[in-house]
């Protein structure tokens, strides 16, 4: 079959592997339909992650149809259009019974603080993912749903990470009615963040970013009142000038490890790998909540310490919630509101590639070129 694979830092390309097999009698074989790449992709195309290993296939994002199942396997049939959460997760753990499906305890014999995600490097178990023909789905009967017929593919595929992320962003927000909510990043998991905060009750939504294309889509997609912090000497001072000199309620770090805005944090992290990311988003987002705010943090940042401004934070009693989302707990509340129009996910797409065409897709995500915000891989198995 085809798959992408890693080839090291900035390459990537196309190549023949073996079609996965079942290993375990729960597991299901999925042909791919439709993919994604995600901006967390990226943390491994610039080589961030650690153990990221060369002939590793990415992909955590991908709806498809099943192909094979194993013995054991109950819920699903071939033939099933279903669509997989980026986590792998037993179900039955105490983590998973506790609905922290993204840090099960079960899934990743490499880590202990993160559970199992497809394709994101052996530091999350070293399963390989969806960009690709056909992946392997362990634990069939936990992780994937039958997606429902009145639900189109495009919309599928962006319920399997990014709505989800966005959602459960906002959700770890604690909003409360006519709060104020500050976005950092205006990516696929910022602007989902942003138009559920609105679902949540805020009061006021705004995003910041230095694309002027995707503060764009945060004004239309989100209806969100928007800042390029290229524009402002002092972002930080310009969102308390905004707020009664108090802060937001609530900001969301939507920009993660590889956040631009201090040079010092970008060499030392990016170049240097001195610290797991760059935390100018996380910082600012400390800096411009109020205190006794909420920061919750999506953006994803590697296993190493980083320069957070973790005493203002104490000082200011902030509450600080963050986590990988646990995407089939958002679900049901998700199937509802894209069921009755309240999202359309799909909205944000803006290019559709074949997966021969995929190291093309990771370069201009990476370089940001042609307005991309979200990018598809369709593909259409030959094996
Ligand atoms: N927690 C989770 O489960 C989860 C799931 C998906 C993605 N993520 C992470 O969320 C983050 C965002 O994902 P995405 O797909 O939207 O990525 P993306 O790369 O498309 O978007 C990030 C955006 O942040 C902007 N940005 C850079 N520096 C900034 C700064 N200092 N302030 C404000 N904006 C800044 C960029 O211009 C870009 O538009 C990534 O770190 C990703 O790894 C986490
Ligand atoms: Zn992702
Ligand atoms: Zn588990």
Not at 75 to 102: E, H, I, K
Not at 110 to 139: C, K, L, M, W
Not at 208 to 230: P, S, V
Request: charged share 20%; aromatic share 8%; net charge negative.
């Amino acid at each position: 079959m085809k798959a992408m694979t890693y080839r090291g830092p900035y390459r990537v390309r196309v190549e023949e592997k073996d079609r996965p097999r079942i290993e375990h009698p729960n597991d299901a074989i999925v042909r791919v339909a439709l993919a994604a790449i995600c901006g967390s992709d990226l943390h491994l195309y610039h080589g961030m992650m650690p153990d990221t290993r060369v002939g590793h296939t990415f992909g955590h994002e991908f709806i498809g149809v099943v192909d094979e199942v194993g013995p054991s396997v109950e819920n699903l049939q071939v033939g099933d259009r279903v669509m997989v959460p980026f986590n792998v997760f037993c179900g039955t753990c105490f983590f998973c019974a506790r609905g922290l499906y993204s840090n099960c305890h079960n899934v990743n014999p490499n880590a202990t603080a993160v559970g199992g995600i497809y394709g994101y490097s052996h530091t999350t178990g070293g399963y390989d993912g969806g960009q690709a023909e056909f992946v392997r789905v362990p634990f069939a009967d936990v992780g994937p749903s039958k997606i429902p017929d009145w639900m189109e593919d495009e919309d599928a595929v962006l319920l399997t990470d990014a709505l989800a992320t966005g959602y459960f962003g906002a959700q770890l927000g604690d909003i409360v009615e006519g709060d104020v909510v500050i976005v950092f990043g205006s990516g696929p998991v910022g602007l989902f963040a942003a138009k559920s905060a609105w679902l949540m009750g805020a009061g006021r939504v705004i995003v910041i970013d230095h694309l002027e294309h995707r503060l764009e889509k945060a004004r239309t997609f989100a209806q969100a009142e928007t800042y390029n912090f290229t524009e402002h000497d002092d972002i930080v001072v310009k969102m308390k000038k905004i707020t009664d000199f108090l802060g937001a309620d609530v900001a969301i770090d939507a920009v993660g490890a590889e956040a631009d805005g201090n040079l010092i944090q970008h060499v030392t992290s990016a170049k240097l790998k001195l610290q797991g990311g760059s935390p100018v988003a996380l910082n600012w987002a400390i800096d411009s909540v109020r205190k006794g705010g909420t920061v919750s943090v999506m953006g994803a940042y590697g296993p190493l310490f980083s320069a957070v401004k973790f005493g203002d934070a104490m000082n200011k009693g902030l509450t600080l919630r963050m986590n990988q989302c646990p995407v089939k707990r958002q679900w049901p509340r998700l199937f509802e509101h894209v069921h009755n129009g309240h999202l359309k996910p799909s909205d944000i797409v803006t290019h559709r590639i074949p997966l021969e065409h995929i190291a093309e897709g990771y370069h201009m995500f990476s370089a940001k070129l042609d307005g991309m915000i979200k990018p598809l891989i369709t593909v259409s198995a030959t094996s």
